[in-house]
């Protein structure tokens, strides 16, 4: 059966929703979690489950599938297959009908699915319109469901469950990820592989429509979107319009919500984290960025790159 829904296009709609689902196990698992509201509590914490799930469960309590090749670690035993067969196998996945290269099947299914055949994910709530249903799923319970993960320990409330236990790490147990080519330290292990592959191995994600080389490919996803498939996100309160959905999500909170953020050491409030963190760095720890071809030092790295490629590019 699961053949006949994955590769013969068999569908399996819910009644009381417009969800779909390809097998028929996902159609029960959907109709106890949304419409009948089943939880399966967790014997250690308040936390409940929508499915009883062992990766699901193994996520939660800390475990994780390590690689025994690099410093990678996931909760879930597929994660880590794909990422054997694309960091250490270099198996790739290419389109047929473009230049496009996928390290996962379902990214490549995606991409056709998104750029070759139109298909989207429209919300039922707003303009959004996703490319893939797990993206349709994020959106709607950040924008519409307003789900939050509070930390036990302070005011902290993350999106993801997964941004909690990396705040709690950070921030409460002091965890770092030190750089083993420089002095560079960090408190999540994917930042740390990007300052990797952007500072020491010069790794670059060129767009293939302009000059613009990006040194993430979430950025270089941003930078097609917004500038050359004109994609906005559109404020349902004022005029304002967005490149980003964060942008979106931040103006909404500054401006309509007035949310904000107080430093515990002074007056200021900012309407991001962000900009408190930053903040207290340059006011109150005195971190500074010194250029390394003037006089120059900044309260803020990108405000130092600014300052390098207005007053150096030349050089």
């Known amino acids: 059966m699961y053949r006949c829904g994955k590769h013969e296009g068999i569908r399996y709609p819910c009644d ?11 159609l029960k698992l959907h109709m106890e979690s949304k419409h009948e509201g089943i939880r399966y509590p967790c014997d250690q914490c308040d936390l409940t489950f929508t499915k009883l799930s062992l990766e699901q469960i193994k996520k939660h309590l800390g475990g994780s599938y ?4 690099c410093g990678y670690s996931t909760t879930v035993l597929r994660n880590l297959r794909q990422h054997k067969k694309s960091a250490h196998e270099g198996i790739r996945y290419r389109c047929d009908q473009c230049d496009y290269t996928a ?15 139109g298909i989207t994910y429209p919300c039922d709530q707003c303009d959004y319109a996703a490319t893939h249903p797990q993206n349709l799923i994020r959106h709607k319970s950040i924008m519409h469901e ?18 909690l236990k990396q705040h709690k790490k950070s921030k409460h147990k002091g965890i770092r990820y030190q750089c083993d080519q420089c002095e560079y330290s960090v408190t999540d292990k994917a ?14 994600y060129p767009c293939d429509q302009c000059e613009y080389v990006a040194t993430r490919p979430i950025n270089l996803k941003t930078h097609k979107e917004s500038k050359h498939e004109g994609l906005r996100y559109l404020c349902d309160l004022c005029e304002y ?11 909404k909170k500054e401006k309509h919500e007035g949310i904000r953020h107080p430093c515990n050491q002074c007056e200021y409030a900012a309407t991001v984290p962000g900009d408190l963190k930053r903040h207290k760095k340059s006011k109150h720890d005195g971190i500074r960025y010194p ?25």
């Open 16 to 26: 009381r929703c417009d969800y779909i689902a390809t097998i028929p196990r996902y």
């Open 66 to 69: 390590p690689c025994y090749k």
């Open 103 to 117: 390290t996962q099947q379902g990214q490549l299914k995606a991409h056709i699915e998104s750029k070759h055949k």
């Open 146 to 163: 307003d789900i939050r993960y509070p930390c036990d320990e302070c005011e902290y409330a993350a999106t993801y469950l997964t941004n």
């Open 191 to 204: 930042n740390l592989k990007s300052h990797k592959e952007f500072k020491h191995e010069g790794i670059r």
């Open 241 to 251: 319009v967005g490149t980003h959905q964060t942008y979106l999500k931040r103006h």
């Open 291 to 315: 250029c390394d071809q003037c006089e120059y030092a900044a309260t803020r790295h990108d405000h130092l790159k600014k300052h390098k490629k207005s007053k150096h590019s030349g050089t």
